[in-house]
DNA sequence: TGGGAATGTCAATGTGGCTGACATATGACG
DNA sequence: CGTCATATGTCAGCCACATTGACATTCCCA
């Protein structure tokens, strides 16, 4: 795109104040302090957790996922993770499958009780993010992302842009 | 700004699949990560967590600020502030000074080692940012913030916008 | 003088991270 | 076949950080 001056690699050297840098670092403070509120009221009727919440989003996004791939998106230990996913079972919200090629693996899928509470989780955040995008405007949603993209590490990346892939 | 159609409160009511909100929800996780990650690093190796972090934070953009103040601002309970400002004091990061209209207020400011922590932390903070908002460019630095202040609440949009007050 | 505000603190509890250790089942390979 | 590695599950203990509830102190103010 914009690559106005004489730099190399998109890197545009803008004069930025550590005032104007404060302000985006509180922008993200409050702003996910917003954004992950609406679900923690949900979850706290129910019983859950921002951990739940979180395995329950990936498993969603990507049904059939494993363990292993749960844990590396979620950047958690095993342990941690076990937690989380014994309840979920237990409770009925997520299934877990013996693979058909590789049988050690287990692979996750939401049941309906999960997919429903998944909707209900997912609908109120989509409406928080809805009204903020609707508000700003289109240009907006474009510099939102790129700047929260180039705010995340490389791995991280990978993990964002990356869609969905197997089953079974 | 760009009122283009015909809506009234700039809400502009764009056409936003689930998808691309999902999208947007990642962002959010994603980046989150990214931007509490050079902190947590610093904090590990001094012994601190993320609530000190906050704390100092809070301390240093407003020095003087009172306890109820600072409790507000981090929307936690003044037991949970109470531990680490305790640490904070005891290790001579924050000082605590009776305040002198009214004696019952505590005004907090940081030492000279409070300021080298925050100075230390806020660099790290500062560059990421400073990262993200060159490579992605001016114009996505201002919707990054229309998009993340839209997504606030109404009540925490005010900490966001208020600068700096008393002192004594 | 008495109520309420600002602060500090003790105790108990819950969530959600972590490390370390160990067990089981299965795949892969020589 | 035997061996090693992988994928998963689980127990135990620890820590950070949040909560509620109760109570004490100091001080402002009507």
Request: charged residues 25%; aromatic residues 6%.
């Amino acid at each position: 795109m914009a690559e106005s001056k004489g730099t190399q690699s998109g890197e545009s050297l803008l004069f930025l104040t550590d005032e104007q840098l404060r302000k985006g670092i509180e922008a993200m403070f409050f702003a996910y302090r917003g954004f992950t509120s609406d679900p923690d009221k949900i979850l706290e009727a129910h019983g859950y957790g921002r951990a739940h919440h979180r395995a329950v989003h990936f498993i969603a996004r990507a049904p059939g996922t494993t363990v292993n791939a749960l844990l590396e998106v979620l950047g958690v230990t095993k342990q941690s993770l076990n937690r989380v996913l014994r309840a979920l079972i237990a409770h009925e919200l997520v299934e877990s499958r013996v693979g058909k090629q590789d049988k050690r693996e287990r692979h996750l899928h939401l049941t309906q009780k999960g997919l429903a509470l998944e909707a209900e989780l997912s609908q109120a955040q989509r409406t928080r993010m809805r009204r903020a995008f609707s508000q700003a405007g289109p240009d907006a949603v474009v510099g939102f992302k790129q700047v929260l993209e180039a705010m995340m590490d490389e791995d991280q990346k990978a993990y964002f842009n990356a869609l969905k892939e197997s089953d079974q």
